[in-house]
């Protein structure tokens, strides 16, 4: 089945800097999707992203579907961006397949 | 207010006990899934439905069973076959079809003692 690998697994960042996190999959996808799980555990919908660029405030993500991967970038993070970022597509079925996610620490 | 519920938020379980975790949503969504999370991981499919009374197995079935009686109800059984049930679990749903993006509850937290 389609493989679906994060980079990198851990990152540490002072308040106000940037970061780029990166997914790669192994196949064609029909639907890509960026979340962010908060320290209570709730997934919380960041982009849906099969391929192009979107922007919502100070996130950005950028899905290259015929290089087979997506970038999550975030400016000026704050203490509140801290949590694990996943990224999650699906193929031939409906049912999204997961990444094992980028946990990040952003301290004041 | 549309969206997802769980319940409950936590729930602990005797060894050899069967618990059902309720997943409820009133956005009108004809699918509705199943993920478990152990620590450390990303989420794994246990199991699917896209219609009432219809529903499909996933990557991690075994031990588990499911029920889709209404639209907009999708419960979960641990079943004591379940070999490591302690997990956390996530329902979602969509409307049907692969290009629809997903919505999450807020989870339910299985412990066994």
């Known amino acids: 089945g389609i493989q679906v690998e994060q980079s990198p697994p851990d990152l540490i960042l002072q308040e106000g800097a940037n970061s780029t996190l990166r997914c790669n999959f192994s196949?064609?996808?029909?639907?890509l999707q960026w979340f962010h799980q908060n320290p209570w555990g709730q997934l919380i919908n960041l982009f849906y992203i099969p391929s192009g660029t979107k922007q919502n405030g100070r996130l950005s993500a950028t899905t290259v579907a015929t290089e087979r991967y997506s970038l999550l970038y975030i400016s000026s993070s704050q203490t509140t961006d801290s949590g694990v970022y996943f990224c999650?597509?699906?193929?031939?079925?409906?049912?999204?397949?997961f990444g094992k996610g980028t946990t990040l620490s952003v301290s004041s | 207010d549309g969206g997802i519920t769980q319940s409950p938020k936590y729930l602990f379980r005797k060894e050899g006990q069967n618990v059902t975790l309720s997943c409820e949503q009133n956005?009108?969504?004809?699918?509705m899934y199943w993920y478990r999370q152990d620590p450390g991981q990303g989420l794994r499919l246990i199991y699917y439905?896209?219609?009432?009374?219809?529903?499909q197995k996933g990557d991690i079935a075994e031990g588990y069973s499911v029920s889709r009686e209404k639209k907009e109800s999708f419960p979960l059984t641990v079943t004591s076959a379940q070999k490591n049930p302690t997990a956390f679990y996530l329902c979602?749903?969509?409307?049907?079809?692969?290009?629809?993006?997903?919505?999450f509850g807020p989870g339910t937290r299985l412990t066994v003692l």
């Open positions: 979602a749903s969509s409307i049907s079809g692969r290009m629809y993006e997903q919505f």
């Open positions: 999650a597509v699906n193929q031939a079925g409906t049912a999204l397949i």
């Open positions: 439905s896209q219609i009432v009374n219809d529903f």
């Open positions: 196949d064609s996808v029909n639907n």
């Open positions: 956005l009108n969504h004809d699918a």
